[in-house]
């Protein structure tokens, strides 16, 4: 079993920046899978960002180059930094990972770009 405790959302301004924290229970190597999903109201929950079991890292169209991802093995902790953020990356932002079969996901956190 797996808890993800996501953190860091909230209110910012268009074109403001916000630094998203997912805290794991337990250590998870990089050899799996772990990454953000968002959903907004009315959609179907999309990929964001993620880390690849080969650790390489894989983005939405509609971030790269605004949102960067990183990984604290450590820590066991994932962060999404978003910067540049607009209106339309409103949405409830999960954290995902996939550990020896199974998939985990977080409680959620949202975040609102919005003057």
């Known amino acids: 079993q797996v808890q993800l405790v996501e953190s860091g959302g909230g209110l910012v301004q268009p074109g403001g920046s916000l630094r998203l924290s997912c805290a794991a229970s337990?250590?998870?190597?990089?050899?799996?899978?772990m990454g953000w999903y968002r959903q907004a109201p009315g959609k179907q929950r999309e990929l964001v960002a993620a880390?690849?079991?080969?650790?390489?890292?894989v983005y939405s169209d509609s971030v790269k180059g605004r949102f960067t991802i990183s990984r604290d093995n450590a820590k066991n902790t994932v962060h999404l930094q978003m910067n540049s953020l607009k209106p339309e990356d409103t949405a409830v932002y999960y954290c995902?990972?996939?550990?020896?079969?199974?998939?985990?996901w977080g409680q959620g956190t949202q975040v609102t770009v919005s003057s």
């Open positions: 995902n990972c996939a550990y020896l079969g199974s998939v985990y």
């Open positions: 337990r250590t998870i190597f990089s050899i799996y899978p």
């Open positions: 880390f690849s079991s080969s650790s390489r890292t």
